[in-house]
């Protein structure tokens, strides 16, 4: 079957440096994306890789490792708003997405 | 720009009910969708079209059908709603092209008693 793993809470303070991380088992990879889910509102795309390495875009950055099926979300410098839920996603070789179940970031002053 | 746009936005029904919501979009996108999502499970989706006039199964289809008429509007329908349908549904559409980064609706929350 088809898994994708996130860790279900973490906690941070504000100003420093987290690191979420996604490990997925998929029939197949076509890249992998990262949403913002703030509570009670839509997911807002955050990042997109689909070759080894990272990808920065400003505070937020996004590392994969295609042989390891392993990915990571690093945000730093956080701030208040930055708490809500992160989502990773995969799309297979159906061009499908897969989902994780989210992971909810709190951000502690 | 409205993006895409869900209505209702909230529902209660009761079982064996049946409602349709609407979902518009005004990016010209070709691919639209329809997730739903519950506690603890990440997003599922339910039904998705490639395209005007065609539709096809998700991961969770039963309980549910949807037209695609016009390529700016996807309708999601239950014919006979379950409490297990009670869920937030999501919206989602992309441009054919593009890497496949989604644009959501803001949801519609239903519940079934």
């Known amino acids: 079957g088809q898994n994708i793993d996130q860790p279900t809470e973490m906690t941070a303070t504000e100003g420093a440096i987290v690191q979420i991380n996604c490990t997925y088992q998929?029939?197949?990879?076509?890249?992998l994306f990262w949403y913002q889910q703030h509570a009670g509102e839509a997911p807002t795309f955050l990042s997109y890789?689909?070759l080894d390495g990272l990808e920065e875009k400003g505070r937020f950055s996004s590392f994969l490792s295609r042989s390891k099926g392993y990915s990571y979300l690093l945000l730093k410098e956080l701030q208040m708003k930055d708490s809500a839920s992160y989502l990773c996603?995969?799309?297979?070789?159906?061009?499908?997405?897969?989902w994780g179940a989210g992971t909810k970031l709190i951000i502690k002053p | 720009n409205a993006g895409v746009t869900q209505t209702p936005k909230f529902r209660v029904l009761k079982t064996g009910q049946s409602m349709t919501l609407l979902c518009a979009q005004d990016?010209?996108?070709?691919?639209m969708y329809w997730y739903r999502q519950d506690p603890g499970m990440g997003l599922r989706l339910i039904h998705y079209?490639?395209?005007?006039?065609?539709?096809a199964k998700g991961e969770v289809p039963d309980g549910y059908n949807v037209s695609r008429l016009k390529k700016q509007n996807f309708l999601l329908g239950l014919e006979s709603a379950a409490p297990s349908q009670t869920s937030v549904y999501f919206c989602?559409?992309?441009?054919?092209?593009?890497?496949?980064?989604?644009?959501f609706g803001e949801g519609s929350r239903l519940t079934v008693l």
């Open positions: 998929t029939s197949g990879f076509n890249g």
């Open positions: 990016m010209n996108h070709e691919y």
């Open positions: 996603a995969v799309r297979d070789s159906n061009y499908q997405l897969i």
């Open positions: 079209s490639v395209g005007e006039g065609t539709t």
């Open positions: 989602a559409s992309t441009h054919r092209d593009d890497t496949g980064e989604l644009f």
């Open positions: 890789n689909v």
